[in-house]
C-alpha cells in the first residue's frame, strides 16, 4: 500500500524488462504479483510528473497484467471501455518511457488512440462503446482470433452496452466481456462461496459437463429446459449474473480483481470457451494508494506535482482571490434558482461532480436526477417533464450532448418544450484532448427550430444568460467553457436580458470583431492594436440583425470569432445573414478549424489554431492587406 506519490523513479527492475506483452507472457506465474506492485508504483510516479487519471488505472493493474499474459494481444483483440483505466496497459505495450509525456502536447493520449500503438484497438473516449466494437471485430475476425472488451458498472448503466450484449448473445460468437465492478452497484463484496462458485463456473470440467448435459437432454422433451432453469435458480442465489445468462451469456463471477492467481486460472479457462462468456470481476477503484481508496471520486484524476523548493517561504495570499469555474457557477445559479422556483428539476447523466451540481443535490435531493450514463435518456426525460409544467434543466458536456442528438431534435425541438441545457466544457479541453472536446454543439443545434441558444463571454454573464435561457418559455441552451473565466464580479441579482440582443464593449473603426462566448478577452486585445470595435454577441441564435446591419454599413471587415467548428457555427450564421439581405462585405471567420485538435495544454492549442490575441490580429491584418491589394489590383486593372 502506497500512501504518498513518489517524486523520484522508483526501482523497478521486473517492469522494465518488459517492452511488449511478449516478454510479459515469458514471466512466470508466481512473478506477477511483484510485477503489479512495481507497475502500480511505477504508474503513481507518472502520473505525479505528468498529472493525469489514475484511479481507474489503479483498479486495474492486476487484469491488465493478466488479460496480457493469457491472450496473444495484439493479435487477441483487447478493447477497453472509458479510456482513464489503460494507463498500465500502456506502460505495458512499449510506451513506458513515454508515459511522462502523457496529456501533453506531441505526446501520448490519455485514452486509447489507434494511431498511437497496435496495441489500442479501438479509440475510446465516452464509455459503453467495447462490446459493440468487439462484436464487430470479432465478426469481422477469423475464428482462432479471441476478442475481449473490459467495461466497467458504470459505463453497464447506458442503453448501448445492453443493445450490444443483446446482439452478441443473437450472433453466438466467441467473445469475452469483462465487467470491472469497482462501485459495488452490481453484488456484494467477494465472499468465500461466490469465489468458489465462480471458479467451479469457469472451470473445464465444469463447461464440458455443461455442453454434454446440453447435447443429451436437448434430445428429452423439456428435460433441457427444466434443468436450464435449475441451474439458473442456483446461480441466482449466489452470484448475480442471472441477468446475463437471461441475454444469452455465460456468466462468471464475481472474482476478486486483484488475486492474480484466480484472475489467470479463470482467464485460462475462458480463453477456450465457444461463445459469448462474461466474466464479472470485483476491484477497488484507486487500489495500492490509500488516499484513492478512501476517496476514490476526487482522487479520480491528478494534478501535476510543483516540484518541492530548496527553501520554504511563506507567502501571504491576503488580497488574492480564487476564480470560480464556470461549473461551480452554474451550480450557485441552479440552487438559488431552485430557491424561487419550485418547478426547477436538475438532470445530469453520470456528471454530478463535473458539472457543480453536488450541493444542488444535497439541498434539493427530490428534484435532481442522476440517469446515469444514459444521455438519450436525460433528454427525453427532461421533454416528459417539460410536457406536465415542469422546468428541466440538463446539465450536460458538450462532447456527451452529441449521444442524445436525436432526442434534443424529436423529443425537444419538434415539440417546441421548455427544456433548458446547460451545456458545460464547451471549446477545447486540453488535455483531455478531441474525445472531450466541445467542438461542433453550436453547429449541431444552430440549424434547430425554436431552439434559442446563448455563449456567455464570462462569468456574470454565464450567472445572467443562465437565468434568461430558463426564463425563455422554450427549448434553450447555454454553453460556457471548462476551467475559470477572466475574473469579472458576478452580480447576486438575476436578470433576464433581451434574447437576440448583443453589447457593445469597443468603439473603433474599419473593422468590427463579433465575439461568440469566451474568447472575448483575446478579442479585446487585438481590437487595441487595431483600432478595431469590439461587439460581445451573447446570444448565437437569434442574432442581433440590427446590430449586424449596422456595423456592415460602418466598417470595411466583419470578423466572427468562436470556439466552435467554423463549419456551420456561429460565423457561418452571421454568413448567411449576410447573403440573405445582400449586403457585400467581407467577413472573416475565425474559430476552429476542420480538422481533429489533439490534446495539449489549452492556451497552446488556441495559440496554434490562430485564436489567441496576437494570431487574432495576424488574421485580421493579413485580410485587410488582402483586401487593399484587391483593391490596387481593381484600379489598375480599370485604368
Known sequence: MFDEIPRTRPHTPLLDGIDSPAQLRALEERQLPELANQLREYLLYCVGQTGGHFGAGLGVVELTIALHYIYNTPDDRLVWDVGHQTYPHKILTGRREEMLTIRQQGGLSGFPKRSESPYDTFGVGHSSTSISAALGMALGSPDERKVVAVIGDGAMTAGMAFEALNHAAHTGKDMLVVLNDNRMSISKNVGGLATYFAKI????????????????????????QLARRTEEHVKGMITPGTLFEELGFNYVGPVDGHNLHDLVHTLRNLRGQRGPQ????????????????????????????????????????SGKRKLPKYQ?????????????????????PAMCEGSGMVEFAERFPERFHDVAIAEQHAVTLAAGLACEGQKPVVAIYSTFLQRGYDQMVHDVAIQDLDVTFAIDRAGLVGEDGPTHAGSFDLTFMRCLPNMVIAAPSDENECRQLLYTAYQHEGPAAVRYPRGTGPGVEIKKEMTALPIGRARMVREGSQVAILNFGTLLEPAKAAAEKLGATVVDMRWVKPLDEALIDQLATSHQLLVTLEENTIAGGAGSAVMEYLNTTGTLIPLLQLGLPDKII??????DLLAGIGL?????????????????????????AAL
Open 278 to 317: 462474461l466474466l464479472h470481476i470485483v476491484t477497488t477503484k484507486g487500489k495500492g494508494f490509500g488516499p484513492a481508496e478512501e476517496d476514490p471520486v476526487g482522487y479520480h484524476a491528478l494534478n501535476k506535482l510543483e516540484p518541492e523548493p530548496k527553501v520554504q517561504v511563506a507567502i501571504s495570499n
Open 612 to 636: 489567441d490575441a496576437a494570431s487574432i490580429e495576424e488574421s485580421i491584418r493579413r485580410r485587410l492587406q488582402q483586401l487593399s491589394d484587391k483593391h490596387f489590383r481593381g484600379q489598375a
Open 598 to 603: 489533439e490534446h495539449g495544454k489549452h492556451h
Open 201 to 224: 463456473l469457469a472451470s473445464k470440467t465444469y463447461l464440458s459437463m455443461r455442453e454434454g448435459s446440453r447435447r443429451i437432454l436437448s434430445k428429452i422433451p423439456k428435460a433441457w
Open 328 to 348: 461551480d457557477i452554474f451550480g450557485q445559479w441552479l440552487c438559488d434558482t431552485a430557491e424561487q422556483d419550485e418547478r426547477l428539476i436538475g438532470i445530469t
